[in-house]
């Protein structure tokens, strides 16, 4: 059985700073990327940020400068460091874990960003 939780989020006031974790058990064969996607009330699901086995990273424009994507191998954990945080990040945020045993979904962390 595969398990992805994602934790981390919370409430911040804008220009805060949070850090969403990852974490894939069970029988996952063969990680090729981790990504973050986040889907805000009354929008479609959007990829925040990814990174493969390989360590490429990837970022939408609106993050970039701003929230950092790292992985911890030895304890399968994805990291979104996120920083400068703006209203408009607020969100539900997902984590998926694509692999060559299948495609993986978390549950969610909200995130909410207060003016």
């Known amino acids: 059985q595969v398990q992805v939780v994602e934790s981390g989020g919370g409430l911040v006031q804008a220009g805060g700073s949070l850090r969403l974790s990852c974490a894939a058990s069970?029988?996952?064969?063969?990680?090729?990327?981790t990504g973050w996607y986040r889907q805000a009330p009354g929008k479609q699901r959007e990829l925040v940020a990814s990174i493969t086995r390989a360590d490429s990273t990837n970022y939408v424009d609106s993050v970039k400068g701003r929230f950092t994507i790292s992985r911890d191998n030895a304890q399968n954990t994805v990291y979104l460091q996120m920083n400068n945080l703006k209203p408009e990040d607020t969100a539900v945020y997902y984590c998926?874990?694509?692999?060559?045993?299948?495609?993986?979904w978390g549950q969610g962390t909200q995130v909410t960003v207060s003016s």
């Open positions: 998926n874990v694509w692999a060559l045993s299948g495609d993986y």
């Open positions: 069970g029988s996952i064969v063969n990680i090729v990327t």
